[in-house]
């Protein structure tokens, strides 16, 4: 029964990230977005959108790195993908300490299976690490689109802060980055994100 | 690109998910779940508590079942599990109306198979689908144990309601069954949770 109850309290603990908002705006309903439905957003991407991963990426592996490489947030919070070097360097701190706690909830074998999705997503090596990245930058464009602007006209955030995430798209899914790439290019010419800062000299 | 333009557009819709709210509150946040939200918890537990399902039960199979098995509500919204039998006759018509549209937004090739999960899910017939929804019951009683009572409360459900719900967990595990069994039997002593009513007559 021990093995249980530590996997129950890991199932509760996760529930606590319903309660962590992201910077990303919903337009149905208008409100910010938590980490929680973002991961399951995700988890449903890789499900339709399997087709524009590498050849041999495995799926399976893909969702299961989505629907934890959040948790981590329950103790860290969200960081603004646009934040500077140095939040985001005391953001990755806070992380690996979180990921201590929170996969150490669970019994010692899943603790370190489950720690080893996290720290796949993370360095972005494997196929499906990079895929799944490439789909958790994604996600935010579209989010962005469908709000008008969203957080690109709250920030403003130009398109080369946003064409440098849609190499990150890219570097998981030649598709999907080039499918990226136009949204990027349309939504300068729609009007809802600026164009790109002339180099300054 | 007209599939990957049907992709998103699915993508999109799948989003609205986010908006349709369940009878079960949380407690931190204090406030009532949502369907999104509730789908990427379940797939955590497929996740964390799989030890439980059947030897040679497709755990990869029980997530993509669980990531799709709400989304019907986008049309048809939530209706709560005590509801009676007319209204559970009419949400099924609903739901079934919804999983023709929402699904079909798919390339054909996807809206067959995510049609499938979701038929396997609602028709509970192989082991899959039994521990899927041992897990959709599960979730919501581990959420009202947390808010002291939550909707059993609000709602005035009785024990033999509840016991009549961990039948359905015993079906897909029978681990499962008999801590849900031991979670409601603490329910009634710690008075968070009415004892069974009295057979009239």
Redesign the interface.
Known sequence: MR??EQ??T???E??????VLRQTM?T??ARR??S??H???L???A???G??APPGTDL?RV??ML??HDLVEVDAGDLFVYADAADQARQEAAERAAADRIFGL?PAD?AAS?RGLWDEFEERRTAEARFARALDRLQPM??NI?ADGGTWREHGITADQVLAKVALIEDGSP?LGR?ARDLVEQAVSDGILSPPRPVSG
Chains 1, 2 share one sequence.
């Open positions: 093995r249980l996997q129950m890991f199932v509760a996760a529930g606590l990230l319903k309660g919903l149905r309903p977005e938590n929680a439905e991961s399951w957003h988890a449903v991407m499900l339709a959108l087709d524009y399976a969702t299961a629907l934890v669970l899943q489950a579209l989010a469908q598709e499918y």
